[in-house]
């Protein structure tokens, strides 16, 4: 069991970026898929979840960013737009499956100009 983030980088202010979290030894449908992040000497904060039954929970982004789930492509997505400084951090997936947790091993997403 194994979730894998990419897709981060460099991005203007006010720009758009799509990270991935694919899954492998399990279907995502199955688990409980989170997207946390952790900002330059912060603690690590959940950004947003999606849960077996779908349900998109903890939105405290003012709905700039989205998670979508892909269970053909067995990949969750953080659609992140109008992209601000402070959401520059390392970007991690979190997968909830058969009682235990898995880390991948995070994304680094930077917001400068």
């Known amino acids: 069991v194994e979730v894998v983030e990419s897709g981060g980088g460099l991005v203007q202010p006010g720009g758009s970026l799509r990270l991935s979290c694919e899954a492998s030894?399990?279907?995502?449908?199955?688990?409980?898929v989170s997207w946390y992040r952790q900002p330059p000497g912060k603690e690590r904060e959940l950004v947003l979840r999606?849960?077996?039954?779908?349900?998109v929970l903890n939105d405290t982004t003012a709905g700039r960013f989205n998670i979508v789930r892909d269970t053909a492509k067995n990949t969750v997505y953080l659609e992140m737009n109008n992209l601000k400084p402070e959401d520059t951090a390392v970007y991690y997936c979190?997968?909830?499956?058969?009682?235990?947790?898995?880390w991948g091993q995070g994304t680094q997403v930077t917001v400068s100009s």
């Open positions: 979190n997968a909830d499956y058969r009682w235990l947790t898995y």
């Open positions: 030894g399990f279907a995502v449908s199955s688990a409980a």
């Open positions: 999606i849960t077996r039954a779908g349900t």
